[in-house]
């Protein structure tokens, strides 16, 4: 009985060379008997050998990371890092670089500048986090023009032609916020929303979330006063203290409060230090300051989304696609976790 490469193109009624020319991803084949070849590939199991391939051609392809630093303000992503170095650890061994780019979560153009060192480089694929709305789509513009596939992770923004999105799906995270709180809340109870970020009008995530919430309540025709901050010319602890006491003076009533993301500790701070512990609190991200705030009850829930996940199959996904040269899911939301004090022991980013 043939096997491989000859058996897949006796099936398909096409030569050798042009099932070789589909296993390796190059052009030449029409869509329909590319489509045909797949399917018997899928039929028969077959799987090239990849590791010989990679280490025959002696090229090796460079993906890269664009992604947040680590800073003072959070510890949030080193969790994708982690996974974005445990997938390069399994792809090393196929010729494989991950070069790893950071810019300032709170400086436009600090991204602008990564963006621009990337696109000098000649990389295969990219991987970014995006923040900030419009420096994202045109450094999107300019990969797709570079036939550079893009896997974005923890937010999306609305572009068709990425490869992918891997994270949360940001909607429904403030949805599910909005829900839980709902249970501790009557009617005409004053709510705080609060964004913390220097660039909130560039943060799509952030909005998004704060959408889904204040959707909730439209949609369920629950009557509550939302009321909103947001912390914009310093995020460090005594800028929010500051803002907070400014709401707290005018709003003394309030029942409880939703942060649009992992700062949520900086609030809970705030509540500890003026015995505020009546608040309801609901935050994101499983960080180390946060974990001990929930520990004490400061904070009631943290809604979390495997970042260090995301970071991982973000790089799956390249492999997959460059490599591989197999289909990516073009959305692949991450669970939406509720972490208490419950649980916080046995979970992992």
């Known amino acids: 009985m043939l096997t491989g490469v000859k058996e897949i193109a006796r099936r398909a009624k096409v030569s050798t060379g042009t099932v070789d020319r589909v296993i390796h991803g190059r052009k030449g084949v029409s869509e329909e008997t590319k489509n045909k070849i797949l399917v018997i590939m899928k039929e028969l199991d077959y799987q090239p050998n990849i590791l010989a391939r990679r280490l025959a051609s002696k090229k090796v392809l460079h993906f890269a990371s664009l992604i947040p630093a680590v800073s003072s303000e959070t510890e949030f992503w080193k969790a994708p890092i982690k996974g974005i170095e445990f997938a390069e650890a399994e792809i090393r061994q196929f010729g494989i670089v991950v070069d790893k780019y950071f810019y300032d979560q709170n400086d436009k153009e600090s991204f602008v500048k990564q963006s621009k060192e990337i696109l000098k480089n000649n990389i295969d694929g990219i991987l970014v986090a995006p923040i900030f709305m419009d420096e994202c ?50 009617k005409g109870d004053k ?4 964004n913390i970020s220097k660039e909130i009008d560039s943060y799509h995530h952030l909005l998004r979330k704060e959408e889904g919430f204040i959707s909730y309540f439209k949609d369920h025709e629950k009557k509550v ?46 509540i500890e230090k003026y015995n505020l512990n009546h608040l309801f609190l609901v935050g994101y991200d499983f960080l180390t300051e946060s974990i001990a705030q929930l520990k ?35 959305t692949h939301f991450m669970p939406i976790d509720i972490i208490t004090k419950e649980n916080y022991k046995s979970y992992s980013n």
Do not use: W
């Open 225 to 270: 006063n939302i009321i909103k901050t947001d912390i914009t010319t310093q995020t460090d602890y005594r800028s929010v203290e500051a803002k907070l006491k400014e709401v707290f003076s005018e709003h003394s009533d309030i029942k409880a409060i939703f942060v649009t993301n992992s700062r949520v500790f900086s609030v809970a701070q705030y």
């Open 137 to 186: 789509l045109a450094f999107s513009k300019e990969c797709s023009q570079a036939k550079v596939p893009q896997v974005f992770i923890n937010s999306d923004i609305p572009y068709d032609s990425r490869l992918s999105y891997i994270g949360p799906d940001l909607f429904q995270s403030g949805h599910l916020s909005a829900h839980m709180i709902n249970y501790l809340v009557k």
């Open 191 to 194: 709510i705080l929303i609060v």
């Open 296 to 330: 004490r009850g400061t904070i009631d829930f943290l809604i979390c989304q495997k970042p260090q996940e995301q970071g991982y199959k973000g790089i799956m996904a390249l492999y997959q696609s460059v490599v591989l040269n197999t289909h990516v899911e073009a």
